[in-house]
């Protein structure tokens, strides 16, 4: 089963959906070394249909599970996810934490979306989590690639103002579509400089050389 | 290797690019048999990359390869077909014929269009024929689904007069988009009353049951 991502210049590619069922073995080497830093009690941001959850709560930690799609809560709630909840990972409620961990994997650390936008959200989330809290998650380095068609969408942004990874998108299966999206690859210097504009650094970097890399986060002294 | 297929009601689909370079084995069965009803001096219409003509060529038969896309057209000499031109069926010019047989392979009877165009075409390829000439080829037949979403394409066509199989549709890769193109699914009656306006008979049906299924016809007496 595939799935097309739809980008706002005209672009388009073919997913497979598998991958976002797979099993922890099938995961890039980074993410499966940065998922065993999760402590406590986890957010899982942008959870999609629970890969991450599922993995989480088989380890014993209670996650909550957010996504923006309805489909995909229905989906995490459908495979066994225990907490899941329609809403953006912006609009946390005190209640629900402290959260010891926030979880951004599959390019989730994308919704952080620009400089300003990351800055604000990570500071949200070091609200929302315990004195000692982690941030743990995958994006893609969009430097680490020489497609033309990625170049000329980089240049595109620059020319803009904006980050080169900073992308529009949106999903398209038979009749549905999603909303679009604002999502920004980054390389590890831009992350680092939005982390530490939101009150956290990098502590570890789990890169296997393809082209996504992990981090792990720590609130910033 | 895929690629997408975007419907003007905004559905999409994934194709496998391999079928449209598939050698004759992995054919459907309907297109096997008709297959071999060529005779002498044929017209390739819609040859895309190549696929009936080098077969055809193959079996020893001269052929004119014609496509609207210059990167098909590309391929096909690049694969080995000695004649393939840029162009639309319509336009054939005397001097390329008479043919003795018009291939229309993977659903490019579809071409015809709707009643009127398709009656017209037909007819400008008998006056392109030999006496005896003779047209080859296979369609889809849209009433064969249950498919929500084609119904509902169906039930939109007949609200606005059209025949339910009448589909825009065209066809993106990564950054490249091709024209829109307006293609005719039809049943086996729907064709016979198209081929009888335009002074051809349905002489033999290569139907496996399955979505498609092909025809040979030939010049009414």
């Known amino acids: 089963m595939t799935f097309v991502v739809e980008r706002d210049d005209g672009w388009v590619a073919v997913e497979e959906m598998a991958k976002y069922f797979a099993p922890p073995r099938r995961w890039i080497e980074a993410e499966r070394e940065i998922v065993r830093s999760a402590r406590g009690l986890v957010l899982d941001a942008g959870a999609g249909v629970g890969r991450v959850a599922l993995h989480l709560q ?54 952080l979306r620009d400089e300003r936008h990351g800055a604000w959200l990570l500071r949200r989330l070091r609200a929302a989590g315990t004195p000692d809290a982690r941030l743990i998650g995958s994006i893609r380095d969009p430097y680490r690639i020489d497609d033309p068609d990625a170049l000329a969408y980089h240049e595109r942004n620059r020319r803009r ?61």
């Not at 629900?96 to 994308?110: E, K, Q």
């Not at 949106?170 to 549905?176: A, E, I, V």
């Not at 680092?192 to 992990?214: L, Q």
């Open 58 to 111: 088989d380890r014993g930690h209670d996650v909550l599970a957010v996504d923006t799609s309805p489909g995909s809560i229905d989906v995490c709630r459908k495979r066994g996810v225990r907490r899941a909840e329609v809403r953006a990972v912006s609009s946390g409620r005190a209640a629900d934490g402290p959260f010891d961990t926030f979880a951004f994997f599959g390019n989730n650390l994308g919704l």
């Open 161 to 221: 103002g904006r980050m080169a990874g900073q992308t529009r998108f949106r999903l398209r299966y038979r009749s549905h579509r999603s909303t679009w999206f604002d999502y920004c690859l980054m390389s590890l210097p831009e992350l680092t400089a939005i982390a530490s504009a939101g009150g956290w650094r990098v502590d570890h970097v789990a890169d296997d050389g393809g082209p996504r890399y992990g981090v792990v986060l720590s609130v910033a002294g």
